[in-house]
């Protein structure tokens, strides 16, 4: 099984601020996600990758294959962006396998 | 179609009894996964259909737990004498295949009581 550590587990930043969530994973994979949650449960797909950069918005993923690291970057933050922000990868089978999470509160 | 439809939202029901949640994932996409999610933890793999067929199960998913996908379309998760373990958001989320993100429902919330 792949394991998939975050970190860090909770952050707290104010708004403006650039914030930075990190994902290791143990073995080789396919794809790299980095999903969404808000409370009540709905979970978004932010990104897709398995190499480099993307950016959409504010938000940029990326992806260094060799160290098995991911970082998630959401640049001046909003107090809309608290939610949990979930790392998960999949490997050549079906199933995803996730992080636990970590879980943002941007303060005004 | 606006993605991934999950009922019901919630659901509470009596330790032992029986419950049955939906999904009906966007209506192109031929894979289908459910997933378990309890408090403070990243969800959990449950299973796998592509098309009607299930492909994959986890080890989660004891025999009281059964899931269908008839016809390659919507899919049930049926939970049988449920226990208050059971507790949890059910997630179904769908896919085209490994190569394309992945679309979520809103999940089931269930509380055993």
């Known amino acids: 099984k792949n394991e998939v550590e975050q970190s860090p587990q909770n952050l707290t930043a104010q708004e403006g601020e650039f914030i930075t969530i990190n994902c290791s994973y143990s073995?080789?994979?396919?794809?790299l996600h980095w999903l969404q949650q808000h409370p009540g449960g709905g979970i978004v797909s932010l990104f897709m990758?398995?190499?480099g950069k993307k950016k959409h918005g504010r938000l940029i993923a990326t992806i260094n294959i060799q160290e098995k690291h991911s970082s998630l970057h959401i640049t001046a933050s909003h107090p809309r962006d608290s939610a949990v922000y979930i790392c998960a990868v999949s490997n050549s089978g079906y199933a995803l396998n996730f992080g636990k999470g970590t879980s943002l509160l941007v303060t005004p | 179609d606006t993605g991934v439809s999950q009922d019901p939202r919630h659901k509470i029901t009596k330790r032992g009894q029986n419950v049955t949640f939906r999904c009906d994932p966007i209506?192109?996409?031929?894979?289908l996964y459910w997933y378990r999610q309890t408090l403070g933890q990243g969800p959990e793999f449950l299973t796998y259909?592509?098309?009607?067929?299930?492909?994959?199960k986890s080890r989660l998913l004891s025999d009281r737990f059964s899931a269908e996908r008839p016809k390659g379309s919507f899919s049930t998760l049926e939970i049988q004498r449920t226990e208050q373990g059971d507790s949890a958001m059910y997630l179904c989320?769908?896919?085209?295949?490994?190569?394309?993100?992945?679309?979520f429902g809103s999940g089931t919330r269930l509380t055993v009581v």
């Open positions: 989320a769908s896919s085209i295949d490994s190569f394309y993100g992945y679309t």
């Open positions: 073995v080789g994979i396919s794809a």
């Open positions: 990758l398995s190499s």
């Open positions: 209506s192109e996409h031929n894979r």
């Open positions: 259909f592509q098309n009607e067929a299930q492909l994959e």
